[in-house]
């Protein structure tokens, strides 16, 4: 009876260690907060309901991921400290859809949307680059294809590994 | 030759094509609805699609301009708000937007012989955008957006040009969407 308590705790001190072990970039990028800049639309005329439903969307998915301490909204002021990563979002292509034609063919009058994202430090330097797309094929607005963006994009960071913030102050320096 | 067909049968193939043609009907009458040009009032029936101070998404309610504030009231009756100075950019759109919701997109997969496409064809509106941006307290921009019926996007849109608000492409505004599958590229 004793040796079995024994094995069962050895089996839980193992589990909770493995865990510790598998979760070192979540602890490291909650070192950071992050600031969502406004979305550049760079040379593509997207309408300014996209570019700001991507801003919005953006703001929402990176918080549900609970990767980052705290997020911000672009200007804010409270957003002060080195630990901030500030996120960079540039339109590439973006190609205007119809729910309509989606509807009706099935196959056409997809809404597609490909940004490059960057976290950057307030020096400038790039921690994370990323080429993300979203898009809407089948069911849904037009809008959700910034839904879709968004949430892409905050995968995509919460899987690259993020420097710690010391280090990453030291090398922008 | 003549191909005679028993008058049941010609009742029944009538009959069957009935609800299609009266759900088409409204379709195209509530079209006709939304386009009944702006509402006098300064308060606007419209949808929060995204955005707006403490309001959640998809929320209906009615949009005002009053006491250099923009307010949106749910049918609820709770309200958030704005104030006109804080408002940095307004636009203009139009969006085509399928009527009926997750209802009709089932029923539309739903429907055999490819009616659904059919009924997609006609079951759709058109719909103005406002985009508002603005900051809060804090300085954080913050963005919003509304759906309105068709034709009544002006009318928001001048009473906060009225009251001061900048807005950024003047002669672009009320943008159509662009030619579906007309790629923009930036690189």
């Not at chain 2, 943008?175 to 690189?187: L, R, Y």
Request: charged letters at 20%.
């Amino acid at each position: 009876m004793e040796a079995i308590r024994r094995i069962h705790s050895a089996v839980f001190i193992i589990a909770f260690l493995s865990t510790l072990v598998a979760s070192p970039p979540l602890l490291l990028a909650q070192a950071w907060s992050v600031q969502v800049d406004r979305v550049d639309p760079g040379d593509v005329n997207i309408e300014p309901a996209f570019r700001i439903a991507i801003y919005e969307n953006l703001l929402v998915e990176l918080a549900k991921t609970k990767q980052f301490k705290q997020v911000f909204r672009s200007g804010d002021r409270n957003a002060s400290g080195p630990e901030i990563l500030i996120l960079k979002t540039t339109v590439q292509k973006y190609t205007p859809g119809s729910e309509t034609r989606r509807a009706v063919t099935t196959v056409s009058g997809a809404t597609k949307l490909n940004v490059r994202s960057q976290l950057c430090t307030r020096q400038g330097q790039v921690v994370v680059e990323r080429v993300v797309d979203g898009n809407v094929r089948f069911f849904g607005g037009n809008l959700r294809a910034t839904h879709n963006l968004a949430r892409n994009v905050a995968q995509a960071l919460e899987k690259s590994d993020l420097p710690a913030p010391t280090l990453a102050v030291r090398e922008s320096k | 030759m003549m191909v005679k067909i028993a008058p049941f049968e010609q009742n029944r193939r009538a009959l069957a094509c009935l609800p299609l043609l009266s759900f088409c009907a409204a379709c195209l009458m509530a079209q006709n609805q939304g386009s009944a040009g702006p509402a006098s009032g300064s308060a606007i029936r419209v949808t929060h699609v995204l955005g707006f101070e403490s309001t959640s998404n998809n929320a209906n309610g009615e949009l005002s301009i009053q006491e250099h504030t923009l307010r949106f009231q749910k049918s609820d009756g709770s309200n958030a708000q704005v104030g006109v100075a804080s408002i940095q950019d307004l636009s203009l759109g139009v969006e085509d937007k399928q009527v009926g919701g997750t209802a009709l997109a089932l029923g539309r997969a739903a429907t055999p012989y490819g009616g659904g496409r059919l009924i997609g064809l006609f079951s759709h509106k058109k719909y103005d955008t406002l985009t508002v941006e603005y900051l809060d307290p804090n300085g954080g921009l913050h963005g919003a957006i509304f759906q309105l019926n068709k034709g009544q996007g002006q009318v928001p849109k001048d009473e906060l040009v009225a009251e001061g608000t900048h807005v950024s492409n003047p002669e672009n505004q009320l943008t159509k969407p662009s030619t579906p599958e007309a790629k923009h590229g930036g690189n």
